[in-house]
């Protein structure tokens, strides 16, 4: 055995990490996720709003 076979590393996914339907943490719509990392639908990060970070905002903007 050498010394990089002792240093091996083995992955083991999540349980609940595999490919499924979820919601769109953005815009709440279903979409196909490859894994439980994946929650913001590829139309939404594809707008320009998620490229630049521009924050959600829900309701009325706040005025003080």
């Not at 999540?14 to 894994?35: H, I, K, M, Y």
């Amino acid at each position: 055995m050498t010394n990089t076979d002792q240093n091996e590393v083995f992955l083991v996914p999540a349980r609940e990490d595999v490919p499924r339907e979820r919601q769109c943490l953005r815009c709440n719509t279903a979409f196909w996720s490859e894994g439980f990392g994946e929650r913001i639908c590829r139309r939404c990060k594809a707008s320009n709003a998620w490229r630049n970070a521009v924050p959600v905002r829900s309701g009325s903007p706040r005025r003080h």
